[in-house]
């Protein structure tokens, strides 16, 4: 059954205004405001933001401290003359360095998640230049991983759709596999199957060959069908023990962990290790002005605070309005206790889990904290989603837009290679201010836009 069929939204009709945006192909449904956990269209139809945007908006919307921070830094001033000193800059980077983890007091900001791993790519080459390791510049990363958009974030990341079309411009950088609990043989423990899976770290140096490789880049937290296949420690330690052994510099991907997600402030805290480098985005401002940072550890920033010159910048790096929301969320995490909200808000959202179960297209429920993938597959025997040509993704989200959701639209094809057999991540990562009779009305409306869906393709 179509989209049409189910009268449901379709894809906006580019005219007027519209007409003139690139490549921009939304459903009908204009927004007008946002507000808490909801977001409203020009109709006054109310929307459950189920995935916080793309996992981006750990507090709610319109919080009226963040307007605030943003509208009387404006008020000082919106740009720094790069000769100048910022204090904000300062400020928010003193602020930074009391949440990461380990010795990562040393931050570079910049506008975005992409610009954050580009950043931390082309740290790890110089921290590699500066010990005298000039053919060091390979990133060892997990296949099927999402590290952003640009050409050398691209690099590092494994989207086969993007790889068809920009190959000749990308680095063969190499990649393992990932941790999964999926393919875990019989009888084998999560701790035994971590160091297993950590161990094709070392072969991939071996066969890259040791002196060219600069660093491992991983979320902390699975990619791909395995998103939010949350490692064990021994998966953590054993990388950060051979990347030691061969002088691989270990980052951590935490844009979509950083700032509460997970119930602690990073995603990495929950591990025994700390990285040499963190990139961070989405979380840091809550979205609310484009932002990110990369933080390095007091060792890596020695050379460079000593003055070897940083070959990079962007002219929006550290923009005032940027340091100033995130120094104010930074407060707000902290002044509303939403860590512990987040925790305790955890136990409520996966007290739904096994009614998730029970659904014929919901073959598993993972993840941490308020960041929870259902992976929605058509046969729960085979693994396989539905062929593109059923149209289920675009489907389930008229369908949930129906039932007053907004869900984020997967990064990742539903139309997977024989070899994955794999179904489709859909995320619920709501607010970390969210409360429980909220989130019992959140999973309701998830619910009930299952049925419909299961009862339209199945």
Known sequence: MSIAEHNLPESLNREGDWRHVFAYRPMEVQIER??????????GNQYFDASGGPMACNLPHGHPRMKAAITAQLDRYAYTHPTLADPIRAEFCRKLAEITPGDLDHAHLVCGGSEAVETAIK????????????????????????????LG??????????????????????SIRQY????????????????????ELEAAIHYAGEST??????????????????????????????????????????VVTGFGRTGKWFGMDHFSIDPDIMAMAKGISSAYVPFGAVSVSSRINQPFEEGVPFVHGFTNQAHPLGCAAGCELIDIIRDEALLENCNTQHERLFGHRDALLE??????VRGWGLMM???????????EFFDREVGAEKLLQGIALKHGLVFYGSLYTPT??????RGLPIWVSPPLSINGGEIDDLMARVEASLSEWESATL
């Open 153 to 174: 974030a691209m690099s590092a990341s494994h989207i086969p759709g993007a790889q068809s079309v920009f190959t000749p411009m990308l680095q063969k950088w190499p």
């Open 180 to 199: 999964s609990d999926f393919d875990r043989p019989a009888g084998t423990s999560r701790e035994e199957w971590g160091v297993t899976c950590a161990r």
């Open 373 to 383: 993938v259902l992976e929605l597959v058509r046969d729960k025997d085979t693994m």
């Open 416 to 421: 997977r290679s024989p070899a994955l057999q």
């Open 213 to 254: 490789v600069a660093a491992f880049m991983a979320t902390p937290h699975g990619c791909g069908a395995d998103y939010a296949c949350v490692p064990p420690d021994s998966y953590w330690r054993t990388i950060r023990e051979i990347c030691d052994l061969y002088g691989v510099l270990l980052i951590a991907d935490e």
């Open 359 to 364: 659904h014929p297209t919901v073959k598993d």
């Open 123 to 150: 740290i790890a080459r110089q921290v590699q230049l500066n010990r005298g390791q000039t053919d060091r510049y390979k990133i060892i990363s997990h296949r099927d991983a999402y590290h952003g958009m640009t």
């Open 34 to 43: 946002a507000e808490g956990v909801y977001i409203y269209d020009k109709d």
